[in-house]
């Protein structure tokens, strides 16, 4: 069995005030909390602009969908912006389905 480390990761890349993080493998259940502390550790930057990459996402579930739900209510407490770019076309699917659209950088 593939422990989460090996299926999703989460890579993170500082650029003036914005923080992308690159989302690789499989977003779900078993995976969520190490997203979670990547996007807790970004947030301690102070950005303004917290972009969320999915090209390199394969999958993601209904949890995955709850954290970028949670990080968006999140954002716009905390005063800053937070964006989806661009998901695979299974991503992109689900977020129609979801009607989370809005949350794409191209919406």
Partial sequence: ML???EIFNAETICMDDAVIVRLC???EVT???SLRDCLERAALTGPTRLVLDLSELDFCDSAGLAVFVEWQRRARHSEFDLVLRSPSRHVRSLLEITL???M???A
């Fill in 100 to 102: 989370l659209t809005g």
């Fill in 3 to 5: 422990r989460p480390a």
């Fill in 104 to 106: 794409l950088e191209d």
């Fill in 31 to 33: 995976t969520v909390d």
């Fill in 25 to 27: 493998g499989e977003l």
